[in-house]
T-cell receptor, first 114, second 116 residues
Framework: DAGVIQSPRHEVTEMGQEVTLRCKPI?????LFWYRQTMMRGLELLIY????????DSGMPEDRFSAKMPNASFSTLKIQPSEPRDSAVYFC????????????FGQGTRLTVV | AQTVTQSQPEMSVQEAETVTLSCTYD???????LFWYKQPPSRQMILVIR??????QNATENRFSVNFQKAAKSFSLKISDSQLGDTAMYFC?????????????FGTGTRLQVFP
């Protein structure tokens, strides 16, 4: 397996534009996590899915953020409209159907909103 | 609420020396797992070591070992014989299962610099 795949690796956009980040988890993993990494806050859990169902989105900062998982092999994180304070590295991670195992991370998407 | 605290934003150590990174957490759960992840400049998150809360024995992985104090809710990482390649951000993480779902929470990280 190629691991967790995120796209794009880098994204630069203008304030007010819509941004969509994509994630393909490892096949067979049923938990999927979206994190945001900044210098100030470290790794913040934004939302996580279990069997494609959003379980906890309490970490989503505002209504401008939304996430979907239409099937077991694909998830998106959308920001609309984007703001400069959304600039960060966004990670997707997936794990097997047991909480005893590690989460595997993608390479992250570095988002810059100008 | 479950939280993970890493009180050392930055640490430095000389090559071949030993360094300990601290981590505390807060939870009312009894069964959970703890992890240390390493993030080198490449940005990739790499699992370093894991500890099951129900095991009293501290986990060890080559030069990496933990000091797990369940009652104190403390989970420190010791790196022995530090190498230049150990330079990275280190994140302490905690996962618990509730209602058949998993929640993986991270601390803010400690930046470790290994000097020659």
């Amino acid at each position: 397996d190629a691991g967790v795949i995120q796209s794009p690796r880098h994204e630069v956009t203008e304030m007010g534009q819509e941004v969509t980040l994509r994630c393909k988890p490892i096949s067979g993993h049923n938990s999927l996590f979206w994190y945001r990494q900044t210098m100030m806050r470290g790794l913040e859990l934004l939302i996580y899915f279990n069997n494609n169902v959003p379980i906890d989105d309490s970490g989503m900062p505002e209504d401008r953020f939304s996430a979907k998982m239409p099937n077991a092999s694909f998830s998106t994180l959308k920001i609309q409209p984007s703001e400069p304070r959304d600039s960060a590295v966004y990670f997707c991670a997936s794990s097997l159907p047991t909480w005893r195992t590690e989460a595997f991370f993608g390479q992250g998407t570095r988002l810059t909103v100008v | 609420a479950q939280t993970v605290t890493q009180s050392q934003p930055e640490m430095s150590v000389q090559e071949a020396e030993t360094v300990t990174l601290s981590c505390t957490y807060d939870t009312s759960e009894n069964n959970y797992y703890l992890f240390w992840y390493k993030q080198p400049p490449s940005r990739q998150m790499i699992l370093v070591i894991r500890q099951e809360a129900y095991k009293q024995q501290n986990a060890t992985e080559n030069r990496f070992s933990v000091n797990f104090q369940k009652a104190a809710k403390s989970f420190s990482l010791k790196i022995s014989d530090s190498q230049l390649g150990d330079t990275a951000m280190y994140f302490c993480a905690f996962i618990f299962s509730s209602y058949n779902t998993d929640k993986l929470i991270f601390g803010t990280g400690t930046r470790l610099q290994v000097f020659p």
